[in-house]
C-alpha cells in the first residue's frame, strides 16, 4: 500500500473525491483527502508539491505549479492530421492491417490513441495504480466525447504488471499480431544521448518523470522485450533516437524520426 499522497479538491467535489479516494485504495493507493477554497492557477504556483486533484475536469496530478493529466481530448487536433501514410508509427506497427495491438507500457495512452485511431484494436496495459486511474479517467471522459467515442471503442485497459501479462499468455499459446514497447529512458541518459534541442522533455511526459523514480530503480524494460518476442508476430520498440538497443537486441528493421525512432522484430516463425 502506498500511503500518505494528498488528495485535494473544493467542497463541492467532495463526493467525486471520496469515489476517486475509493477506487485508489483498492488499487493499492490510501490518499489523504484535503479540502483547498480554491483549486486555481494561483494555489498551484503556491503549492509547488506533488498532490492528486479533483475538480470538474476529474482527477489529475499536480506538481511543479502545473496541472496534468493524460487529457485525449486535446489529441484530437493531432489524430485528425494523422494518416497511415504520414504517420511512422502505422508503418512500424503495420497498422494498415488492423492489428491487434498489446501496448506493455501505456503511459499517458497517447501512442495507443493514435493506433486505435489508425485502426488498431489494442490492449493498454499499465501497472502504475495512479497512472492507470488517470487513463481509465481519460478514457471514460473519451467515451461520452463524438470524435473520441469510437476511437476509445477499440482500446480495452488493463491494470498490470506487462510481464505478469506476457507471462499468461506464453503459458496460454495465445498470440497477437503485435506488441508495442516504449518504456521509460532516463532522463540523465536522453541529455547526454541525444542532441539538445531533442532533449527538452513534453510538459505532459513531466508527470510520468515526477511519478515514476528517476535514480536507479527505474525498470528500462529489457525482459518486456525477450518475452514479447515469444507471443507476437512483430514487437515494435520506440527509442530516443540515439539510444541503445533494447536489451542489446539488434532489430530487423528501423525506423528513425527527428526525436525518436522504432525498432521492429518480427517473427519469421509466425507469418
Ligand atoms: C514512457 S511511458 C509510455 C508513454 C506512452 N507510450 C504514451 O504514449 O504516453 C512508460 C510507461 O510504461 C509503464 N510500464 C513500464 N514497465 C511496465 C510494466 N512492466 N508493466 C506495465 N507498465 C509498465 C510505466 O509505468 C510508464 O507509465
Redesign the pocket.
Known amino acids: 500500500m502506498v500511503s500518505g499522497m494528498r488528495l485535494l479538491t473544493e467542497d463541492r467535489f467532495m463526493e467525486k473525491a471520496q469515489a476517486y479516494q475509493a477506487v485508489l485504495f483498492s488499487r493499492g493507493v490510501d490518499v489523504n483527502i484535503e479540502v483547498v477554497n480554491q483549486l486555481n492557477a494561483r494555489f498551484l504556483r503556491l503549492n509547488p508539491d506533488m498532490a492528486l486533484c479533483v475538480d470538474a475536469s476529474g482527477l489529475w496530478l499536480c506538481g511543479n505549479g502545473m496541472k496534468m493529466q493524460?487529457d485525449w481530448t486535446a489529441e484530437v487536433p493531432r489524430l485528425k492530421r494523422a494518416s497511415l501514410k504520414s504517420e511512422m508509427i502505422a508503418r512500424a506497427c503495420h497498422l494498415s492491417e488492423k492489428p491487434a495491438v498489446i501496448?506493455?507500457?501505456?503511459?499517458?495512452?497517447?501512442?495507443?490513441l493514435l493506433m486505435a485511431h489508425l485502426g488498431a484494436r489494442i490492449t493498454l496495459?499499465?501497472?502504475?495504480p495512479i497512472?492507470f486511474t488517470l487513463l481509465e479517467d481519460a478514457k471514460n471522459q473519451a467515451e461520452s466525447d463524438p470524435f473520441l467515442g469510437q476511437v476509445v471503442a477499440r482500446i480495452q485497459l488493463v491494470f498490470?504488471?506487462?510481464?505478469v501479462?506476457l507471462d499468461q499468455l506464453i503459458a496460454r499459446q495465445q498470440m497477437t499480431d503485435v506488441v508495442y514497447l516504449?518504456?521509460?529512458?532516463p532522463q540523465r541518459d536522453q541529455h547526454q544521448q541525444v542532441q539538445k534541442k531533442q532533449a527538452q522533455v513534453k510538459k505532459q511526459?513531466q508527470l510520468?518523470h515526477l511519478l515514476?523514480p528517476e535514480q536507479g530503480e527505474m525498470?528500462l524494460?529489457d525482459h518486456?522485450l525477450v518475452l514479447a518476442r515469444k507471443i507476437a508476430k512483430r514487437v515494435v520498440v520506440?527509442r530516443p533516437r540515439l539510444a541503445v538497443f533494447l536489451a542489446a537486441q539488434q532489430p530487423d528493421h528501423q525506423w528513425q524520426g527527428d526525436t525518436c525512432r522504432f525498432d521492429a522484430y518480427f517473427n519469421e516463425n509466425m507469418y
Do not use: W
Open positions: 493524460p501496448d506493455a507500457t501505456a503511459g499517458l495512452g497517447h501512442d495507443s496495459i499499465e501497472r502504475h497512472l498490470s504488471d506487462s510481464a501479462y516504449d518504456p521509460m529512458f511526459m510520468l515514476l525498470d524494460g518486456l520506440k
